[in-house]
Structure formats: structure tokens, C-alpha cells
T-cell receptor, first 113, second 109 residues
Framework: EAAVTQSPRSKVAVTGGKVTLSCHQT?????MYWYRQDTGHGLRLIHY???????EKGDIPDGYKASRPSQENFSLILELASLSQTAVYFC????????????FGPGTRLTVL | EQQVQQSPASLVLQEAENAELQCSFS?????VQWFYQRPGGRLVSLLY???GTKQSGRLTSTTVIKERRSSLHISSSQITDSGTYLC???????????FGSGTQLTVMP
């Protein structure tokens, strides 16, 4: 079965600190995504990647960087964490081509104090 | 403008009643996915439905691409069905999902 894992599962960070969220997939999928979810809302796309060593901006990339060192791994980096980045972050992967669903990880709950 | 609209925003049912959740899109889509989420919990993919009707257990999704809408029917609701149901669509020519804000379902005993 397709598997997407995330670490850490939860994290408390201080304002101005650096935070790195990690995602690992064993699906052999080319596409990987980072979404954020704010309380009571749907998910919004931050960054995505369709090949190793390349990342693309999503709908809300400001304040975030992404890194795709390999097909399996995709990281989200907050260089200077801010209060407004408190949210749940989901990673997902998808096969290339049409008509394929996305598979999601369990999420990382980030609290910035 | 919100590209994915879900209705109703919240729904309260008695156990064993049926539920009908709606999703509409402002742009054309390749495919639709329905997800289930408990508060603060993991996303569970319920149905992936590019078009037509798909069924999984008590769940039935109907997507009409040319009308830019999809629905999720839950039959014989159970208390454990309570949670948030999210609709997401993939715009034509894009490989990202755009999510609606969800329908919060509460099933009462």
C-alpha cells in the first residue's frame, strides 16, 4: 500500500527560529506536495515538486522554502518561524500523469510561540 | 472567489439517516477526491472520482464534470461518521488539489 510518512508529528517552535518538516514516501511517485491547514479550513498548497532537486511554488509560498534531495524525500523549511505559521502541515504524493489520486501523510502539528 | 464550494457547511443527523454533501467548482476539473477528517486528525481518502458514479460501502460519489459539481451520499449514517468531509478537485491542466472548506457532519444517537 502507498505510504507517506512525516516527521515530527508535532512540534513547538519559537518565533524567529528555524523549523524543518520532513516527508518520506515509498510510493515511487514523482510528485510531492506540502499543504497547510488552518483550523476550520481546507488545505492550501505551499510548495510542490515533480522531480528531485527541483521545487515549485504553490498558492501560499511566502515564508516557506522546500527541498527535494531525492525522489523519496521532501522537506519544508521555515527559516524564520512566525506566529501566523501555526497550523497543521500535510505532505502528499502522486503519480505523474492524468487521473491519479493523491496520497497524504498523517500531518505535522506546528505551534509557533 | 473560492474555487471549491462545499455545502452545507454543517449538518446534524440522527443515526441511520442519509446524508447528501455537495461540492461545486468555479473552473473545470480533471478529477475529484473526497476526504474524511476527524478534528486534528489524519486525512482519509474516501473516494477518488474523476467522473460518473463510484461507490465504496455506504458511500456513493457522483461527479458531473461538465456541470462542475460532485456529491457524496452517505447512507444509513453512524455515530462514527461524525467529522469533517472535504472535497478537493484537480483543475484541468494542473496536478495540484484545491480544497473546499469542508462539511462538518454530526451524527446523533
Amino acid at each position: 500500500e502507498a505510504a507517506v510518512t512525516q516527521s515530527p508529528r508535532s512540534k513547538v517552535a519559537v518565533t524567529g527560529g528555524k523549523v524543518t518538516l520532513s516527508c518520506h514516501q515509498t510510493n515511487n511517485h514523482d510528485y510531492m506536495y506540502w499543504y497547510r491547514q488552518d483550523t476550520g479550513h481546507g488545505l492550501r498548497l505551499i510548495h510542490y515538486s515533480y522531480v528531485a532537486d527541483s521545487t515549485e511554488k504553490g498558492d501560499i509560498p511566502d515564508g516557506y522554502k522546500a527541498s527535494r534531495p531525492s525522489q523519496e524525500n521532501f522537506s519544508l523549511i521555515l527559516e524564520l518561524a512566525s506566529l501566523s505559521q501555526t497550523a497543521v502541515y500535510f505532505c502528499a504524493s502522486r503519480e505523474t500523469g492524468g487521473d491519479y489520486e493523491q496520497y497524504f501523510g498523517p500531518g505535522t502539528r506546528l505551534t509557533v510561540l | 472567489e473560492q474555487q471549491v464550494q462545499q455545502s452545507p457547511a454543517s449538518l446534524v443527523l440522527q443515526e441511520a439517516e442519509n446524508a447528501e454533501l455537495q461540492c461545486s467548482f468555479s473552473i473545470f476539473t480533471n478529477q475529484v477526491q473526497w476526504f474524511y477528517q476527524r478534528p486534528g486528525g489524519r486525512l482519509v481518502s474516501l473516494l477518488y472520482n474523476p467522473s460518473g458514479t463510484k461507490q465504496s460501502g455506504r458511500l456513493t460519489s457522483t461527479t458531473v464534470i461538465k456541470e462542475r459539481r460532485s456529491s457524496l451520499h452517505i447512507s444509513s449514517s453512524q455515530i462514527t461518521d461524525s467529522g469533517t468531509y472535504l472535497c478537493a478537485m484537480e483543475p484541468s491542466g494542473s496536478w495540484q488539489l484545491i480544497f473546499g472548506s469542508g462539511t462538518q457532519l454530526t451524527v446523533m444517537p
